[in-house]
């Protein structure tokens, strides 16, 4: 695993978006696993005002998001889909057809999952997969458990990850209990993963990612087994490191 010490949130965010907007010009039809989460924000926003100047061009782009709540279409202000398009794709040229979340409205899960893994089969591999992390070092919505994922699967969320991400959310019992992830098999297929991450808060999932046993209990770890996973994270992340 590479890092790439970043100084505080906006320089990870600048490089952040560095990165991803240097693999779309090498290929412009590169195809791009996204994230959510508040990490993010501050490289979407980057990568907006650089297509604005004329510097990156997206229209060619595929993107294929991690996760999403179940429950949740993609009118609901809570769901993925609905960040994604507010925070990333109405202000760039994306074909919005060429945008992927898994389908949260969709109560089938065999059938949500297997649509998902199978658009992605079709896409073929990833080029850039960027990931945040979560203070429990969840990728994706992967909780930690006792054996690693493989494709796309309905989690439990954990009662940590309801507690933190209820904070964008009325109340706590407005977060839904069960979200779809991309496995980590998927995840682990991309050619090159971005983690990116911010906070003391996450001081400890990093630490435990780079330098911990490779474990479910910690379901970063397994990216140590990537050949091409780096981490751009800040002088906070980076404090037990
Ligand atoms: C959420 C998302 C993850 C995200 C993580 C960290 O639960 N499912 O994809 O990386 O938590 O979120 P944040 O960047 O807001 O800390």
Not at 1 to 26: E, F, G, H, P
Not at 121 to 150: T, Y
Request: glycine content about 8%; some cysteine; overall charge negative.
């Amino acid at each position: 695993m590479r890092i790439i010490r970043c100084k505080d949130y906006d320089d990870m965010s600048r490089k952040t978006a560095n990165i991803i907007s240097a693999q779309v010009i090498l290929k412009p039809n590169a195809k791009l696993g996204l994230a959510t989460g508040t990490t993010p924000i501050g490289a979407y926003e980057q990568l907006i005002k650089w297509y604005e100047k004329g510097d990156v061009d997206f229209s060619e782009v595929s993107t294929y998001n991690l996760d999403e709540y179940y429950g949740l279409s993609g009118d609901h202000p809570q769901s993925y889909r609905y960040f994604m398009d507010h925070t990333f794709f109405d202000h760039i040229n994306i074909d919005k057809g060429h945008t992927h979340v898994p389908d949260g409205s969709n109560p089938n899960i065999d059938e949500a999952c297997a649509a998902y893994d199978e658009l992605m089969a079709k896409a073929g591999q990833m080029d850039l997969q960027l990931l945040g992390i979560g203070r429990n070092g969840h990728v994706g919505f992967n909780e930690p458990g006792e054996s690693f994922s493989k494709g796309t699967h309905c989690v439990e969320l954990a009662e940590s990850t309801i507690v933190a991400n209820s904070r964008l959310f009325d109340s706590i019992d407005d977060v839904p209990r069960k979200a779809y992830s991309m496995g980590v098999q998927n995840i682990m297929s991309a050619k090159t993963i971005l983690v990116a991450a911010s906070g003391e808060d996450k001081a400890q999932a990093v630490y435990d990612m780079i330098y911990g046993p490779v474990s479910p209990h910690c379901t970063a770890s397994i990216l140590q087994l990537h050949g091409d996973c780096f981490v751009v994270a800040d002088e906070d992340a980076l404090s037990l490191c």
